[in-house]
């Protein structure tokens, strides 16, 4: 099928669902998934992932901000990232450590699924697994902030010694014209959708996808789910 090859991340989720992401109906997300998926990519925040040592570690001048995000002709898009890369400044700029996640993504069930999160940030004796949407035009609501916890505790957390925090920051414009603003949310588990939700919503999305001709079937059992979508 055509869209089968497709790449999608955690953030995804609350992008695509219909009509709001914990009442996930799976046909009205495939309309959504087929009217918007089948473009290209409007703009790619890469570049900046492999930066973040650098913006965390307080290298990240005027200047290096400057010279370093101008990948594109339209400097309208350069710009857009600047600002988001001096938000993340404002907020990790000097402080702790960064340890990078890779970036390769896992293929399942016919389509492409990449890392949650960007890496983990070790500050103040707390590790925290960070998920950064610098995605402009996409808000994050309360309840998809708790749905991101889950899945980043889930998929990242769950199974490391250093217990990191799941930490989700959000580079969005409020209103149309307010411009980026900065919002950063420290989630634990205990704060976060229960993993029986967590489940639910992801077998509903997978089953979009299904209908959108992006995936495959699934009949994977509950506890597969999560193993489903993460890195062994």
């Excluded at 009509?19 to 998934?33: E, F």
């Excluded at 009217?35 to 005027?62: C, H, L, N």
């Excluded at 340890?99 to 993504?105: D, E, F, K, V």
């Amino acid at each position: 099928m055509p869209g089968r090859g497709k790449t999608l991340e955690l953030l995804d989720f609350p992008k695509f669902a219909a009509p709001t992401l914990l009442r996930l109906d799976a046909p009205l997300t495939s309309i959504s998934l087929i009217e918007r998926i089948g473009g290209k990519s409007f703009m790619s925040y890469g570049q900046i992932w492999p930066r973040m040592a650098a913006i965390v570690g307080g290298f990240a001048t005027d200047d290096y901000i400057t010279s370093q995000f101008n990948a594109y002709d339209d400097e309208w898009k350069n710009n857009s990232i600047r600002d988001a890369v001096r938000l993340l400044k404002e907020h990790f700029g000097g402080r702790g450590r960064w340890y990078s996640m890779g970036t390769q993504p896992l293929h399942v069930l016919g389509f492409w699924f990449k890392p949650s999160i960007k890496g983990i940030w070790y500050v103040d004796g707390q590790a925290y697994a960070v998920l950064i949407n610098a995605r402009k035009g996409q808000r994050l609501q309360p309840e998809h902030l708790r749905f991101l916890a889950r899945g980043i505790y889930e998929l990242h957390c769950v199974d490391d010694p250093n217990d990191p925090i799941p930490l989700v920051v959000d580079l969005s414009e409020r209103q149309i014209g307010e411009g980026r603003r900065l919002s950063v949310h420290a989630i634990p588990p205990e704060q976060a959708i229960t993993l029986d939700k967590f489940d639910s919503t992801v077998r509903e999305f997978l089953r979009a996808l299904e209908l959108a001709g992006i995936s495959t079937p699934t009949e994977a059992d509950a506890e597969s789910i999560i193993s489903l979508l993460k890195k062994k």
